[in-house]
């Protein structure tokens, strides 16, 4: 699984670094950086909760 | 028929002197569903790829494209300051440009086609004067596009097409698979379409042995414009061609305002479309920081590194011209642009800055020692 973000839609809430600070962290603008790669088996339910989580749905789940 | 002139001719050839010149489609040998095989197969033997600036295979993109009712859109926009190339194309030889849309429409099966241009284009007379002339398989609709530097970015052209917003859309879906209006849509620099006619007309065999690019060559030479220049020829090679340097030149922007800094002239170029040369009086740094606020005030403000990012960069760059030391932001600020936008605009600014960096490195530690290192330079 890997997570992406809709560059458009997001609005920097930074609800996602909050839940997920493994995988996402902010940029000084509070936009989220997301790691590379795939999101690691023990964290695919946390990054679930926090794409949830995001008030306007721009943090993604996505099969890789 | 030399091939240098066979893009670019001196004077404005109208429909029979663009017959003359370069003869006519052969649309027998195509008109088949064989033939639109045939035509994207001749796009692949000449190695026909993208002059937009992407470099990408044309015949993959028109494969991909290939469906029933899609659109065909021809870009000649050209939002880049130091770019003139499609312009020229268009003034001078729109028949090219609109044998080559036709051959895509025919090749991927489109009932549409548009033809993009900035509004207020000076071309515009040129391509509806050649437009009456033409009886066409697949109507062309000519369209007006906002004077935007983002605006003409394969995604905006669609949105703004189906929707009269002219920004970005971001990565998906590509517009082959759903573009204007939901339909399959081909997005094609003009230039490249060009450049697919003159395969059809000259063979793919001739033309890739043949084979020459328009550069827009700006800045320290002395006949600034657009010139054909064979494929792989050197840095030095293009700015001979427009006439040699006017004096010095210290480094060169390759690829137009998002594009590459780079001091050795060594180096050859291949699909390259604007060539800005610095003389030597000149301050890299400066240049590059007007370019970059450039960049930053043409974004369409949609993604936060683009909004909040390139005014950050153009902002250090101007401090790092008045003496100030940004260096340390600048290389925490510049990887955080790279691909976290919807569109390759942020992508850009940050390989303009990045190489600035790298090639005016002795001018920076000439500005941090105190203040300037050379001229402030004017910019496009």
Known sequence: MKLSVDPIGCRAHGLCADLLPERIRLDEWGYPVLASGPVPPGLVADARRAAAACPVLALRMRKS | MSTLTTLLPPHRLDLAGHRRHHGVVPWVAYHDDD???????????????????????????????????????????????????????????????????????????????????????????????????????????????????????????????????????????????????????????????????????????????????????????????????????????????????????QAVLIGGYGGTWTADLRGTLSGIAAVYALPASACGLDYTAKVLAFLAAESARQCGPCMFGLPAIAADFAELVHGGNATDRLARRIPLLTGRGACAHPDGAARLAASALRTFEADVCAHLAGGRCRVPAGVA
């Open chain 2, 35 to 249: 033939g639109r095989d045939r035509l994207i197969d001749a796009a692949r033997a000449a190695d026909l790829r993208g002059r937009g600036g992407g470099g990408f295979p044309t015949a993959v993109k028109l494969r991909a494209a290939r469906a029933r009712r899609s659109i065909v859109v021809a870009n000649g926009c050209e939002g880049d300051p130091l770019s003139r190339k499609d312009a020229a194309l268009l003034a001078l030889s729109p028949h090219l440009v609109l044998d080559g849309l036709q051959l895509a429409a025919h090749a991927i099966g489109a009932t549409e086609a548009v033809l993009c241009v900035h509004a207020g284009s000076p071309v515009l007379g040129s391509v509806a004067a050649a437009l009456a002339e033409r009886e066409d398989r697949v109507p062309v609709r000519v369209a007006e596009i906002p004077r935007r530097y983002v605006a003409s970015e394969e995604s905006a052209l669609v949105h703004y097409l189906t929707s009269g917003d002219a920004r970005p859309l971001g990565k998906q879906p590509r517009p082959a698979e759903r573009g204007v209006r939901g339909r399959p849509t081909l997005v094609d620099n003009v230039d490249t379409l060009a450049q697919l006619a003159l395969v059809v007309l000259l063979g793919p065999n001739h033309y890739r042995a043949a084979r020459t690019d328009l550069v827009t060559v700006t800045g320290a030479v002395r006949a600034p414009g657009v010139v054909p220049v064979r494929a792989g020829a050197s840095l030095s090679e293009v700015l001979a061609a427009a006439g040699g340097e006017t004096e010095p030149v």
